[in-house]
């Protein structure tokens, strides 16, 4: 199953934004279908604070969250539709099996977000404001779908918006990473964010500079990004040579993700892992991404090292 960098990014984030409030699974396989859900989040605890606000929603139920780079079309949403609706089936299968009566919080409620809405699209689904106060934010008529769409770059530009907005593009996003600078530094949010937006630039952007579409403003946020988010970290030694540098910051971000993803690595993976070049390691951050055991990376490594 292959990503995108906007894909991994976008995943990665939300997975790290959710993970303080329940369990989060990525790519989570739709039983009985060869599909798979971006990231399937299921709260450990009713979080009631009016000052999350979307995300307060986001947190108080199950939740599937779909995330585009582009407008997706009618057919997409289609098929986060079908992903829901199997869902849901498989969840009140299993209920039924447990002779255990299903509530409204049991029930999982879809999120797409896009970088925009088109209008076309808008009619056909039918779409509803959500509320008055927050446009960007639309739900079908039929309650009972439970789903939201939400329109990034239609949201106003309020704290409660704000981590929806990092997932924008051009000026939208380019004004959430000037806001995201601005946080306090105390702000658990500000450390979060730029770290996200670091290990992102760090391994995807910086070694694959063609996939960067976004606007002359946004290339220049960036760097500014980078400094506050070094800034922030434990004092380094004398610099090295800025490709050196460079690459050990990917190695670092590489060997955390692989921890996260398939556990503590052993000492022999560990060190070939830290032998592996620059454009090596520019594969291993995308391949990484399907790994479920440290047999998976073993398996990559062999493969590589036999070309």
Request: hydrophobic letters at 40%; proline letters at 6%.
């Amino acid at each position: 199953m292959t990503q995108t960098p906007f894909d991994a990014f976008s995943k990665e984030f939300l997975a790290d934004l959710l993970a303080p409030f329940g369990t989060v699974e990525r790519s989570f396989e739709v039983p009985g279908e060869s599909k798979y859900i971006d990231l399937l989040f299921h709260p450990t605890e009713i979080v009631n604070s009016k000052e999350k606000g979307l995300l307060n929603q986001v947190i108080a139920t199950p939740s599937v969250l779909e995330a585009y780079s582009n407008a997706p079309s009618s057919e997409d949403v289609s098929t986060c539709l079908l992903k829901l609706f199997w869902l849901r089936e498989e969840i009140t299968r299993k209920a039924n099996a447990e002779k255990r009566k299903l509530t409204d919080n049991d029930l999982p409620r879809l999120w797409i977000l896009t970088p925009t809405l088109p209008e076309p699209l808008k009619k056909e689904c039918a779409l509803i404001r959500q509320t008055r106060r927050i446009p960007g934010v639309y739900r079908f008529p039929n309650a009972i779908i439970r789903t939201t769409i939400v329109s990034i770059r239609d949201l106003p530009n309020i704290p409660e918006t704000l981590w929806l907005r990092v997932l924008g593009r051009g000026n939208t996003q380019t004004n959430a990473i000037l806001e995201v600078i601005a946080l306090s530094l105390d702000d658990p949010r500000r450390a979060t964010l730029l770290r996200m937006l670091c290990a992102w630039k760090i391994v995807t952007i910086e070694t694959n500079p063609s996939i960067f579409e976004s606007s002359e403003a946004t290339i220049m946020a960036y760097p500014k990004v980078f400094l506050e988010w070094e800034a922030a970290t434990e004092a380094r030694g004398e610099a090295r040579g800025e490709a050196r540098g460079a690459k050990d910051k990917a190695l670092s971000i590489i060997l955390r993700q692989l921890n996260r993803r398939i556990g503590l690595l052993n000492q022999s993976l560990e060190t070939t892992v830290r032998k592996l070049s620059t454009n090596q390691l520019d594969d291993l951050s995308e391949a990484l991404l399907d790994f479920g055991s440290s047999a998976d990376l073993d398996r990559w490594l062999t493969d590589r090292s036999n070309v």
